[in-house]
């Protein structure tokens, strides 16, 4: 669990810090730009979401 709370705390930081593209729209931006690094996607996600994402 501490190592859950580390990841956790680190996405908040990045979130604060602006570098975090939320939601499908600004995740494929981010990608497509060459600007995104990680894609994380939810276990419930359609699969017409996951197919968007390259």
Not at 10 to 20: E, H, N, P, S, Y
């Amino acid at each position: 669990m501490k190592n859950n709370n580390k990841v956790l705390s680190l996405l908040g930081l990045a979130t604060k810090a602006g570098k975090i593209a939320s939601g499908e729209f600004s995740t494929e931006k981010s990608v497509k730009s060459g600007k995104g690094f990680l894609v994380l996607v939810a276990a419930d996600a359609s699969e017409n979401t996951k197919e968007k994402i390259p």
